[in-house]
């Protein structure tokens, strides 16, 4: 039946007049308003007396979005075109990408599966507002996009700065998006991806947000307690400076973008005016320093595709969380013949070599993800694969510095080594040094302290570790790679390595230099020394080391690979009981 009501009647009294009528008559109902010819609503009343709305143009079809969802609709894509458009424009000068299309190249056409708080601070700019005053004003969610996504295959929780709005700055409403995506992902045990692009904390706005109970500072105290529980991934698109830039350190992995990113405690002209240095931002904090220097980058991307495909491979080897075993795959015959190990490692143990050439003859093909390579480079530490099974990888390499560990190369094998037992990855030590630096420069450096993390850190991890003793492990170097009183599950030896507090010509020259300097013949001298360091070598062999059980196996090079796969897979579900504390006094 027909129904016809006054001009300027709402879409709401209408439904409400056609619901009334048609739970009177049993009949579906249209409804016209004013002089219209076709119905603005109808009421249909199906043959089991239910009945629903459509409108107008879609009465008996498939219902409409209403206008009210048509609104909706045209807020969010208002809300969606971020801050204003001349800040949108100079993105391309930077060679960045808008936070959405970023987004978009992430996790595909359509970006985030959802996302919270895209409201955010909409009362403030949107054009209804009393208090907006024009495009300048614009804060769309408030700042910083927050949610969810699908990324190579795994639901990632995501929060991502857009520098339209006020440079990516974050204010009161954002710190509250923040707060909420960490506690959410304390609760789902997923893993949390960083894009960051912030100025930090909005110096104007600062009351209500920066040393609140719930405020910027909460950002820390969270990333303290999600640390060890589920991944942290930070990829830095812009100068991080001040506090945002604890996000980036506390997070297990940070990726640099080469020509946008820039990390610092304090901005350049705030260390001009602190300190008198005049100095620019890529000098200051640039991703070259961070890489070589600090080691608060763990990787550096060329750009904004390439610092993607640099997380899709490092998330194949973590954990959702640390409750979860990392992700097996089928298993890959190496890259390099494992029969050609034993060429690679030179008879002499002074002569440098590629530790590289040996870890390709080891694991699966191509599996060998680095980090941190550019720091403290004389040891190596990254990802791989046995046989499909994830692994960390610690090597000493001798062709930086002989192999000899220095203060930024123990503190990075200490970092690196907390991290793979946080997230059950197992440990392989490839040892091959003549131990810790000794000197005046690395005492400064705090070669005692550093060293103590790397063997404080190898002491504490409880999951399956194996110690290779490649060529030498002399002094305490054998402690910090996991020797045989550090619970390893195997302290394998490869033929012709030595294991030893010293070196044979340091060791020669501690005994016996008062006996020698007393020989006057120099020739003479001379075979005695050569008799002594071969007397020495002989005590020092891995053979007498496997004679006293010091070593469980003296392994054949080209077997390495199975022995290793075979061990892993025999202790993979070992438990290992410590002390029952609090924790430890070492940091």
Known sequence: MRVHIADGATRDEASAIAAAVAEHTGRTVEVYVGDEETPTLVREVT???????????????????????????????????????????RLAEQGKLFVRDRLDLWFGDGGLDFEDGRFANFDSWHPDSPDADG?????????????????????????????????GSIARHGVEKFLRLQQRALKSGQPLLYLVDSSGGRIDQQRGFFANREGIGKFYYNHS???GAVPQICVLYGPCIAGAAYTPVFADFTVMVRGMSALAIASPRMVEMVTGEDIDLETLGGPDLHARHSGSADLVADDEEHARELVAQLITYLPDSADEKPPRTDGTAPAADPAGLDSVIPAEPNKGYDMHQVIERVVDADSFFELQAQYGPEILTGFARVDGRPVGIVANQPSQRAGAIFPDSARKAAGFVWTCDAYDIPLLYLCDTPGFMAGSSVEKEGILEAGKRMIYAT???????????????????????????????????LPGSEIAIM??????????????????????????????????????????????VVVDEIVPPSDLRPELAARFDLYEDVEKDRPDKKHGTIL
């Open 225 to 227: 307690l999600l640390s």
């Open 503 to 548: 070196g044979p010509e340091a060791a020669i020259n501690a005994v016996y230099a008062n006996k020698l300097d007393a020989i006057d013949d120099p020739e003479e001298r001379a075979r005695r020394e050569q008799e002594l360091r071969e007397e020495y070598r002989e005590d020092i062999d891995v053979h007498r080391m496997a004679s006293e």
């Open 135 to 167: 495009e300048g004003d614009r804060l769309p969610a408030d700042g910083l996009v927050t949610g969810a996504g699908t990324f190579e295959g795994r639901q990632v929780h995501v929060a991502a700065n857009d520098f339209t709005v006020k440079a």
């Open 47 to 89: 043959a089991d007396g239910q009945d629903s709305d459509a409108t107008g143009d879609d009465a008996g079809t498939d219902a409409a979005p209403t206008d009210r969802e048509r609104r909706l609709r045209e807020e969010i894509e208002d809300i969606e075109r971020g801050g204003p458009q001349k800040y949108r424009d």
């Open 459 to 493: 002491s504490q991890a409880t999951v399956p570790k194996q110690c290779v003793v490649v060529r030498k492990a002399y002094g305490a170097g054998i402690y910090a790679m996991s020797g045989p009183a550090y619970d390893p599950e195997a302290t394998l030896a």
